[in-house]
């Protein structure tokens, strides 16, 4: 939900249980905030807790392979750190746990069953751990404990759902083709190619058309072509989810790196509206050209940390940064120097990108 005017813009995240939290900064006494957010006069706002029941744990069902990408993301933002495998909490034995930095709230990442790794399936928090040090002293009359525990809707969190089904093999390029070739109604389909608007002329529309008759199954999308659709983003979106079309990724986010200020601020808002677009047309990459901004600094240390955080910002969208090199920027030349700087941003998400002319 987009906020409306004389509406705040309040980050949250869907929880448990399709329970929403609130992300409210409160660094005076006074916050903008509490415009939306009020205290009930009868409701004490500091009530003790019951029996020393205290928040002790989460756990988030991920995608197969998809650890080692949380684990970054929940390292890097909230300074968690994994637990060796010999110690363990909870009724779960499984997955991998993380111990926040005041030792004391955890978290349980679990990948899917090997017999259930093509599933259909989200990521999501599934269930929310409480502890106390009496459990009987706490839980008490049984009756009671369900009157006082929150009601939460079992099964996975609604939260804001990526537009594209989770089918077997979605990863394997060629078995995405093999699953269209029936769609795309072409005498021939490129399996391991792929097409880019940004290379043909004409509407949205007429490029995803020229794709299909071309036999490919595949395309490149450039944000210019959604964003700056005639009837808006949705119906670009909408256009490109009805062509049938496998979303290789979107591209090209431009002079992202190397810059200060309210430059930077500006250029990661930028980023951040198109990762969405992206996981709105259900891609899994975003394409970033290598800064050509005389305000940029050149320096490779630098422009891998832009990178890295930019990473790290795609990780719960499933989406990977793919950084492109060319030769008219003074910083680095070509593709040697793209996959130099990717190398020096030790993550997992960002690779170096072939520079080739778009033709």
């Known amino acids: 939900m987009r906020a409306r005017a004389m509406e705040l813009n309040i980050p949250a995240i869907h929880g448990v249980g399709e329970s929403l939290i609130y992300f409210v900064d409160r660094h005076d006494e006074f916050s903008i905030y509490d415009i939306d957010f009020r205290a009930i006069p009868t409701v004490d706002p ?40 010999s110690k363990r909490f909870g009724i779960l ?4 746990l993380l111990e926040s930095p005041c030792r004391t709230f955890y978290l349980q990442l679990i990948e899917p069953d090997d017999v259930a790794r093509f599933a259909p399936a989200e990521e999501h928090l599934q269930r929310i751990g409480f502890g106390t040090p009496d459990v009987l002293g706490t839980v008490g009359d049984p009756a009671e404990a369900r009157r006082r525990v929150p009601r939460l809707r079992e099964g996975p969190c609604e939260r804001a759902r990526r537009p594209h089904d989770r089918v077997a093999g979605k990863r394997d390029v060629r078995a995405r083709a093999r699953r269209r070739r029936g769609r795309c109604g072409a005498a021939m389909i490129f399996d391991d190619f792929g097409m880019d608007t940004a290379s043909l002329a004409g509407s949205l529309e007429s490029k995803l058309a020229a794709v299909r008759q071309a036999g490919f199954s595949q395309v490149m999308i450039s944000a210019s072509d959604v964003v700056g659709h005639p009837s808006g983003v949705d119906a670009g979106v909408r256009a490109v989810r009805e062509s049938g079309l496998i979303v290789t990724g979107l591209e090209a986010l431009r002079d992202f790196e190397g810059l200060d200020g309210r430059m930077h601020a500006y250029k990661v808002d930028v980023a951040k509206s198109m990762l969405e677009v992206c996981g709105q047309l259900g891609g899994r990459l975003l394409l970033v050209e290598a800064s050509t901004s005389t305000h940029a600094d050149a320096d490779a240390e630098r422009i891998a940390r832009d990178l890295r955080m930019l990473a790290i910002l795609a990780i719960p969208m499933g989406i990977r940064i793919a950084y492109k090199g060319h030769g008219v920027e003074p910083h680095h030349q070509g593709f040697r120097g793209a996959r130099a700087i990717s190398c020096s941003a030790p993550t997992a998400r960002t690779s170096a990108w072939p520079s080739t002319p778009s033709t």
């Open 46 to 85: 500091h009530p003790p807790a019951l029996g020393g029941l205290h928040f002790f744990g989460l756990v988030q069902y991920i995608d197969s392979d998809r650890t080692a990408d949380w684990v970054e993301f929940y390292s890097q933002v909230f300074g968690f750190a994994p637990l060796p495998d």
């Open 93 to 96: 034995p499984k997955g991998l």
